[in-house]
Nanobody, 125 residues
Framework: QVQLVESGGGLVQAGGSLRLSCAAS????????MGWFRQAPGKEREFVAA????????HYADSVKGRFTISRDNAKNTVYLQMNSLKPEDTAVYYC??????????????????WGQGTQVTVSS
């Protein structure tokens, strides 16, 4: 089992940047593929980005492609989401998740096994 703790959220103006971090407990972080999802008020949770265990393969939602970058540091048991050119529509609670199939970069939240508690990102216009 792995526990995930997100950090780095906050309030930023449109066009600004934030970097989210997700720290994982345990020694088997590299056994998992990792993903970021978000949920805005009144909306369903949606996929943002995913990364394979080695970092060699990534997958992005069209809405963030070219603006967000997912990366990971297996030595630090941490996955990151660098968010640039933020828009008000990026406002949401952002969650990281771990997938036991470490070769997968799934966009479906049902394939993820563990979830963090979320961190709020608010982008003002």
């Amino acid at each position: 089992q792995v526990q995930l703790v997100e950090s780095g959220g906050g309030l930023v103006q449109a066009g600004g940047s934030l970097r989210l971090s997700c720290a994982a407990s345990g020694r088997t972080f590299s056994s998992y593929a990792m993903g970021w999802f978000r949920q805005a008020p009144g909306k369903e949770r949606e996929f943002v980005a995913a990364i394979m265990w080695s970092g060699d393969l990534t997958h992005y939602a069209d809405s963030v492609k070219g603006r967000f970058t997912i990366s990971r540091d297996n030595a630090k048991n941490t996955v990151y989401l660098q968010m640039n050119s933020l828009k008000p529509e990026d406002t949401a609670v952002y969650y990281c998740a771990a997938d036991k199939n470490r070769y997968r970069t799934s966009s479906s939240d049902s394939t993820y096994d563990y979830w963090g508690q979320g961190t709020q990102v608010t982008v003002s216009s």
